[in-house]
């Protein structure tokens, strides 16, 4: 069993950053790929990032690519998403989840833990 605490949202301005930070209990931690996720008021959850368990091999999805950055050190047990030049199409709730394999994915179906979400705001 894995669980996972994101931290790190809150409200910015538009081309401001945030990072977040999720903190995952359990000693497999180092063994899971991670996943970043969204969810928009009204709209599906979708993929934002992805990261291997090694952080060899890193994913994003268009809208975010060269605006943010996945991370993990494995010795904290935690993942980060360093969000830049934030726009106001990035409001949402972000998720943090854990992939029982070693290899990322960019489909939410393929992750079995996840964290409650934390809510990032980005004004005009």
């Known amino acids: 069993q894995v669980q996972l605490v994101e931290s790190g949202g809150g409200l910015v301005q538009a081309g401001g950053s945030l990072r977040l930070s999720c903190a995952a209990s359990g000693r497999t931690f180092s063994s899971y790929a991670m996943g970043w996720f969204r969810q928009a008021p009204g709209k599906e959850r979708e993929f934002v990032a992805a990261i291997s368990w090694s952080g060899g091999d890193i994913y994003y999805s268009d809208s975010v690519k060269g605006r943010f950055t996945i991370s993990r050190d494995n010795a904290k047990n935690t993942v980060y998403l360093q969000m830049n030049s934030l726009k106001p199409e990035d409001t949402a709730v972000y998720y943090c989840?854990?992939?029982?394999?070693?290899?990322?994915?960019?489909?939410?179906?393929?992750?079995?833990?996840w964290g409650q979400g934390t809510q990032v705001t980005v004004s005009s």
């Open positions: 989840a854990a992939r029982g394999t070693y290899y990322p994915s960019l489909y939410e179906y393929d992750y079995v833990y």
